[in-house]
């Protein structure tokens, strides 16, 4: 066993590995700064400087917006004094007789109306004029010193790679294993000895990041996979009608009166919903019958009296449970049945053998924690050689070091960026995996798998279908589907580190339709009442692409720089598994 290191109680235990964590993540970008060779200290008056335009700039903007208010209501003022300037004078052009006061009026309005056109013509359009000269100027220079900002940090942000964020996550816990690849030899090794049902076979899902890697020798694969699915929704129609009807008042006389009456339809018609959702699959040894599936509750969002209340329902439900299967035993500890809620477990002995009673109190103090970690957010599933377990925040991380995430001038900011985005990534992987850690009989036990020297490296499916969805989509996806796209790949051959994949786009142009639907209205008479919904038409489209595998990895730094430089062509998309150059 390489590492010795475990986490027992990961709830009392995060605090000591967060601060690890911000530690490396210092010592990590305090090395990334020298190594850089950065100016500091000229970056700094650089933003001085920046941040002081920017103020220029804010002010030259509000004094044009304070010029256009006047500009408005200026314009408003001469439409004004025309409207009532040419009202006076076809007033006085019209009447015989008026009086002196009326020529004053028209007078005045009209010494108003070519006053205020002086001032729109050679006040206001004048400093408008002079102000958006000084702003694109301003902006100008603002740009110039943002550009010179860039390249003084250009070197720093070029050390940022993908795979930091993997590199300080097993820094600060080093029995996580990371794999550079997955590879076609190691799925199927999953799929032949642990029965590992391979997901991306389906034709609905497409894998946007694989991982996979051991704890303690346990294997691991962490995807993020996106699917569509063909749901049933129903759309609704009105039409209003109205009709005539005669009636006799109390008189005898005999009136008529209107009324109205909004119809409403429906229509259930099949609907294209997008979702993506991300897991860990672990192989295991133990347990091998075992069967459960458990889904969060919420149990974190309850108060102290609803907790008790659950308690003492769920244990007259475990009561009622037991006499119905004879096969369900109850643990004593009636709160873990109430929190943790596995009545649809199959094996009591493995059962008791996977959840002890440390592994019972860590859970419970996990689903119940609403300050450090997730709170009861955790799905999972335990079938046969394999445990699942997801969680909801794991659908939102970004598993990749993206360059824009640090495109900026200042240091500083790139900075506190970094320790953000790396710290997060800390967290949501450390209580994702918190329920892992929870039940030590899984920590503890080392399975029998053994990864396999590859000879002739061909990346699984997986992988494909990763590099696949880095191709932009106007090269990949037919031009008319207006949905998202899932891609799918097919490997046509494997040769010198070189996969030539065939890759198909799958996506749904969506049609606008309308059906009437016949409905009885009061006026006794039947009327087709418009429905609006949409058609989902799907659209396919292939291209072959190659796929050049790089033995380093972006986060090797020079080695993988120098193989870049070696095997890149302008057009290709780098990856972190290579280059695809698209056929």
């Keep these: 066993m390489e590492n010795n290191e475990f986490i027992f109680e990961p709830l009392k235990e995060y605090d000591k590995y967060e601060e690890k964590n911000l530690n490396i993540i210092k010592e990590y970008f305090d090395n990334l700064i020298k190594t850089s060779q950065v100016d500091l200290e000229q970056n700094q008056e650089q933003v001085i400087k920046i941040n002081k335009k920017e103020a220029e700039l804010k002010q030259v903007n509000s004094s044009l917006k304070r010029l256009k208010a006047w500009s408005i209501f200026n314009i408003v003022l001469i439409c004004l004094s025309g409207l009532f300037g040419a009202f006076f004078i076809w007033t006085l052009a019209t009447i015989k007789e008026y009086k002196w006061y009326e020529i004053l009026i028209c007078i005045i309005v009209l010494i108003l109306f070519f006053v205020f056109l002086v001032i729109q013509f050679v006040v206001i359009n004048k400093k408008k004029k002079v102000s958006l000269n000084t702003k694109n100027i301003q902006q100008e220079k603002l740009n110039q010193l943002i550009q010179t900002g860039l390249e003084q940090t250009q070197s720093l942000r070029n050390l940022i790679k993908i795979g930091t964020k993997n590199k300080l996550l097993t820094l600060t816990m080093p029995f996580i294993k990371l794999n550079k690849y997955l590879g076609l030899a190691k799925l199927n090794k999953l799929i032949n000895e642990y029965g590992f049902i391979n997901p991306s076979s389906d034709d609905q899902k497409t894998t ?72 860990i699959y672990f192989a295991t040894d133990l347990a091998l019958n075992l069967q459960l599936y458990r889904k969060p509750q919420q149990i974190d969002k309850l108060t102290e009296k609803e907790k008790d209340k659950l308690v003492k329902k769920t244990e007259k439900e475990l009561h009622k449970y037991s006499q119905k299967n004879l096969n369900f035993t109850p643990l004593s500890n009636t709160k873990f049945e109430a929190f943790w809620s596995c009545f649809n477990r199959n094996n009591e002995r493995e059962f008791r053998l996977l959840f002890t009673p440390l592994a019972q109190q860590n859970l419970v103090e996990l689903v119940q924690d609403n300050k450090k970690s997730f709170g009861d957010n955790y799905h999972m599933l335990k079938i046969n050689k394999w445990i699942v377990f997801a969680t909801n925040n794991l659908d939102y991380l970004n ?185």
């Design 208 to 279: 946007l990041y694989v991982k996979s890697g051991s704890i303690n020798n346990n294997s691991f694969l962490l995807t993020k996979e996106y699917c569509y699915e063909v749901v049933k929704k129903t759309y609704y129609g009105s039409l209003t009608i109205s009709w005539t009807e005669s009636y006799t008042d109390s008189d005898g006389n005999i009136k008529k009166v209107t009324k109205t009456q909004v119809l409403t339809a429906s229509v259930v018609k099949p609907f294209v919903e997008f979702s993506h959702y991300s897991r």
């Design 399 to 583: 598993f990749y070091d993206y360059e824009k995430d640090y495109d900026h001038y200042n240091i500083e900011h790139i900075k506190n960026s970094f320790y953000s985005i790396n710290n997060n990534y800390f967290k949501t992987i450390y209580w994702t995996l918190a329920p892992y850690f929870s039940i030590p009989s899984l920590v503890q036990t080392s399975s029998e798998y053994k990864d396999e020297i590859q000879d002739n490296l061909i990346l699984s499916d997986y992988e494909h279908e990763v590099c696949a969805n880095l191709i932009p989509s106007k090269l990949l996806d037919h031009p008319n589907i207006k949905t998202d796209s899932i891609i799918k790949t097919n490997l046509i051959a494997s040769q010198n580190n070189i996969d030539y994949i065939q890759a198909t786009s799958i996506g749904f142009d969506i049609v606008p339709r309308i059906d009437y639907i016949p409905v009885l209205g009061g006026d006794g008479w039947y009327h087709n009442v418009p429905v609006s919904w949409d058609e989902f038409i799907k659209y396919t489209n292939t291209i072959n692409f190659k796929l050049k595998i790089y033995k380093n990895s972006p986060i090797d730094d020079k080695l993988w720089d120098d193989e870049v430089k070696n095997k890149y062509n302008e057009s290709d998309i780098l990856t972190e598994y290579g280059a695809i150059e698209i056929e």
